[in-house]
C-alpha cells in the first residue's frame, strides 16, 4: 500500500515554486517582517508571539513545523528534515527561557535557516534520498510532544511559585 506522503515526494519542479513562495512568506513573516526603525535589522512575528505567556512558544513551534511539513511534502531527506527539526527545538527549548528566551528569539531565525536548507536542497534533490513517511512522522509527533513540554513547564513553575508564595 503506497504511502500517503510518497505521492508529494515526486512533486513536478514547477508545482514547487507556489509552496516556495508560501514558504518564503511564511519564513519572512516569522523571522524579519518588521525593520527596526534606523537599522536593517528584521523582527519577525516569532519573537512577538514568544511574548505571549504560556501559548507563545506553543504557537511558534507550531507555525514552524508546517515547514518542515511543507519541505517532507517536496521531498526532503532525512538529514535537511532533521536539521529544520534541530533548529525548532534550539528555537523553543531557548525561547522558552525568561527574557533571555525573548532576545534569543530575536537573534535565532529557524524559520529563515529552514527555508535555506530546503531551498539547498531542492537545488540537488537526487544526491538525498528522500524520507519516508514514518520518519516524518516521528518527527512531526516529536515536535507536537516539545510544544506540549513548552506549554507545561510554565504552567508547573507558575504554579510552583504561586505555592511557595501563598504557602499552600
Known amino acids: 500500500m503506497p504511502n500517503y506522503l510518497d505521492r508529494f515526494s515526486t512533486i ?20 524579519k517582517a518588521i525593520t527596526i526603525p534606523g537599522t536593517k535589522i ?15 512558544d506553543f ?3 507550531m507555525l514552524s513545523c508546517y515547514i518542515v511539513l511543507e519541505a517532507a511534502r517536496l521531498g526532503a531527506s532525512k538529514a535537511t528534515l532533521g536539521k529544520m527539526v534541530v533548529n ?3 528555537d523553543g527549548l531557548v525561547g522558552a527561557i525568561p527574557v533571555l528566551g525573548d532576545f534569543f528569539d530575536f537573534a535565532w531565525t529557524a524559520n529563515t535557516n529552514n527555508l535555506k536548507l530546503l531551498e539547498d536542497y531542492l537545488k540537488f534533490p537526487s544526491q538525498n534520498k528522500s524520507a519516508d513517511g514514518w520518519f516524518i512522522f516521528a518527527l512531526l509527533v516529536g515536535l507536537l510532544l516539545l510544544a506540549i513540554v513548552l506549554v507545561a513547564i510554565p ?6 511559585l504561586w505555592q511557595a508564595l501563598t504557602g499552600g
Not at 43 to 50: A, E, K, M, Q, W
Open 12 to 31: 513536478e519542479p514547477d508545482a514547487k515554486a507556489p509552496t516556495l513562495k508560501r514558504l518564503r512568506q511564511l519564513s519572512w513573516l516569522m523571522d
Open 42 to 56: 528584521g523582527v519577525g512575528l516569532d519573537p512577538i508571539i514568544g511574548l505571549i505567556p504560556i501559548g507563545g
Open 88 to 90: 525548532i527545538i534550539i
Open 59 to 61: 504557537l511558534g513551534v
Open 155 to 160: 504552567v508547573i513553575l507558575i504554579r510552583l
